[in-house]
Nanobody, 125 residues
Framework: QVQVTESGGGSVQPGDSLTLSCVLS?????????VGWFRQRPGTQREFVAA????????RYGDSVEGRFTISRDTSKNTAYLQMTSLQRDDTAVYYCAAEKWGGGAAYEREYATWGRGTQVTVSS
């Protein structure tokens, strides 16, 4: 059974950086999977943050985070990362990691079948 588990959330100040981790378990061949990061800000619907195909090099970012956030992976640790820099108050949200076998790394929630429980990121002074 495929599972994803996020960690690394916390409270930071504007301008700070933070890296979230997403451990994927129950997967034999990571290169068959796409991984996406989404977030849900207070009072809003969940939105796309970043995604990639584990077996490829292309990465996709949401407009609001492009240039500030970077998605990466460590195959030896079965872990995907979301490196966030220049954090702003509007980045306050619950961040979710999602995975999909044979996925294309799309920006749509419906592409992803397996989701983590989320990790809270709060940006405030």
């Amino acid at each position: 059974q495929v599972q994803v588990t996020e960690s690394g959330g916390g409270s930071v100040q504007p301008g700070d950086s933070l890296t979230l981790s997403c451990v994927l378990s129950g997967i034999t061949t990571l290169s068959n999977y796409a991984v996406g990061w989404f977030r849900q800000r207070p009072g809003t619907q969940r939105e796309f943050v970043a995604a990639f195909k584990w077996g490829g090099s292309a990465k996709r970012y949401g407009d609001s985070v492009e240039g500030r956030f970077t998605i990466s992976r460590d195959t030896s640790k079965n872990t995907a990362y979301l490196q966030m820099t220049s954090l702003q108050r509007d980045d306050t949200a619950v961040y979710y990691c999602a995975a999909e076998k044979w996925g294309g790394g799309a920006a749509y929630e419906r592409e992803y079948a397996t989701w983590g429980r989320g990790t809270q990121v709060t940006v405030s002074s």
